[in-house]
């Protein structure tokens, strides 16, 4: 009767993974791929979607470096998919037979199954490579735990429009973390009950121990994975334009620091091979930016998107006049685009205080 129970779970779970496999969208097929790769004994990994609530497409994070992967779900026989620039082509299903494991491996394709055989190649590198036991033609094993639970796993932390910002100041500086919550909230902007349940959430996923962030970059990835899912609205859904490409210059020799440089147009500011007519700011209110950069909805080649400043004053920044370097990492992980994407991969391998976080 045991061993019939067993049978039951193993049937349950592998129906329900082959569903996932080659049903699953968004931020599901995701957190699939991640633990499939985290399982197949890759370290250091983290996977977001390109459209939370559907599609196909991943950014994967290895490291410093970020990659566009592109899901392709297979039954039997794969054919061999044609790359698209700049995307990544990654097989998954439920099971890949040995001999299509054999061939994928040896064609250089990267495959992902149910049963715990992967092969990832990055940047022309093979980082991950697995091939299951023989298990059975179903690959499910006599030992499987039963189907998770529907409430959020041990260690998990999830980040809503309050938190997230807590978050933030925390990343933007990890000294606020042993600091007093009331100081915490105000440079958060948020409220001081937001900050409890926000450091409980990030004690209880080890996170934060004794008035200090641990693993900071585990918590960045988490960081970054929901602002990308948060809608971010400017203050004015019209377009607005600059008269001339020296705007970031203004906004950078602007004393009060009212408004700041965000994105891609800080990017510049940090890394000489980035160029950039358009960009985007933060500041309290729409009229500070429009009075200074002059902004007017007549189309020039300098566009400039206004958004709402949403944090307190004293975040430290890698110069005057830009957002904190966590900001602009997300901001650049929001484009999607692949230059966007190259330009966050270097952000985090060449700031100093991203690098200090990982």
Do not use: C
């Not at 200074?292 to 566009?303: G, K």
Request: glycine share 8%; proline share 7%.
């Amino acid at each position: 009767m045991r061993r019939l129970g067993v049978q039951i779970w193993a049937l349950f779970r592998y129906i329900e993974r082959m569903a996932v496999l080659n049903e699953a969208q968004g931020e599901m097929l995701a957190r699939h791929v991640q633990q499939g790769l985290v399982h197949a004994g890759m370290k250091d990994v983290t996977t977001v979607s390109v459209h939370p609530a559907t599609g196909r497409r991943l950014i994967l994070r290895h490291g410093p470096s970020l990659y566009r992967v592109d899901i392709h779900p297979v039954r039997s026989h794969p054919r061999i998919p044609d790359e698209e620039p700049g995307w990544l082509p990654l097989l998954v299903t439920s099971v890949f037979d040995d001999a299509t494991v054999r061939q994928l491996t040896n064609a250089g394709v990267s495959f992902l199954d149910d049963r715990g055989n992967a092969h990832l190649l990055l940047d022309g590198r093979t980082v991950v490579f697995t091939q299951a036991d023989d298990t059975g033609p179903t690959g499910a094993r006599d030992t499987l735990p039963r189907p998770p639970s529907p409430q959020r796993a041990a260690g998990a932390v999830t980040l809503n429009r309050a938190s997230h910002r807590v978050a933030f100041a925390l990343l933007a500086d990890p000294a606020l973390a042993g600091s007093p919550v009331r100081e915490l909230a105000a440079v958060a902007r948020t409220s001081v009950g937001t900050v409890h349940n926000t450091l409980l959430q990030l004690t209880n996923a080890g996170l934060l121990q004794d008035g200090r962030l641990h693993s900071p970059g585990r918590l960045l990835d988490t960081w970054a994975e929901a602002y990308r899912r948060l809608p971010v609205r400017p203050l004015t859904p019209r377009d607005l334009f600059a008269a001339d490409e020296h705007w970031p210059d203004t906004v950078r020799r602007e004393p009060a620091r009212e408004v700041l440089l965000g994105g891609i147009a800080a990017a510049a500011v940090l890394d000489d091979e980035v160029r950039t007519t358009e960009g985007l700011v933060y500041t309290a209110t729409l009229g500070t930016a429009v009075t200074l950069l002059r902004l007017t909805p007549t189309p020039t080649p300098f566009r400039v998107q206004v958004r709402e400043r949403f944090w307190g004053e004293g975040l430290p920044t890698s110069r005057p006049g830009l957002v904190p370097s966590v900001l602009i990492y997300g901001d650049l992980l929001r484009d999607s685009d692949a230059r966007s994407l190259k330009f966050a991969t270097r952000l985090r391998r060449n700031d100093a205080h991203l690098r200090a976080l990982d």
